[in-house]
């Protein structure tokens, strides 16, 4: 059962690619007291996620700053290269947003929020999904019902519910 609105964000490891290689970092470290827009994708480059969840979260970054967000971050189940790489490849990390791997689902699972993709050669992913996270605690979560779509959680989606 996917995390409800109004529980907090579980412990789990991350991990972030900086200039000097890919450091742990904790849900505590990026989420307590700040107010976040947190989005999960199921895989770097993969045509949705590249083509229509990223971009929409590159074009909107400046309107989440004007309605009192702190940090945008997208999380998903690949490598800290992979993601480093994806980062700068969408543009990404022009407009700041935080893409963080969660390499073994740790927080994705915990959250409810994985599904098996070895059918497809992906193994374990995270749902495509958004949210807004306040002080760890969830106060938005938006998801969707396959793995193909980027609907219901896109960053104007996700806007007006701020």
């Known amino acids: 059962m996917p995390i409800a609105v109004g529980e907090r964000l579980p412990d789990a490891t991350l991990f972030e690619l900086i200039d000097e290689g890919p450091v742990k970092r ?18 770097a480059y ?4 590249h083509n229509r ?14 309605h009192g967000v702190d940090e945008i971050v997208c999380v998903a189940v690949n490598d800290p290269f992979v993601l480093g790489a994806w980062a700068e490849a969408s543009g ?9 791997s ?18 497809r050669g992906l193994m374990t992913r995270s749902r495509r999904f958004s ?9 938005v979560l938006n998801l969707e019902d396959a ?10 989606v996700l806007l007006k519910q701020i």
Do not use: W
């Open 53 to 66: 969840h990223m971009p929409s979260f590159v074009e909107a970054a400046p309107a989440f700053a004007d």
């Open 26 to 43: 904790s849900v505590a470290e990026v989420f307590e007291g700040r107010t976040i827009a947190l989005f999960g994708v199921p895989g």
């Open 131 to 139: 949210a807004l996270v306040r002080d760890r605690e969830l106060a």
């Open 102 to 119: 969660d390499p073994a689902a740790e927080l994705v699972g915990a959250m409810g929020l994985s599904f098996d993709a070895s059918a």
């Open 92 to 100: 990404a990390k022009r407009v700041g947003i935080r893409v963080i």
């Open 46 to 49: 993969t045509p949705t996620c």
């Open 147 to 156: 793995p193909g779509k980027a609907e219901a959680t896109t960053a104007p």
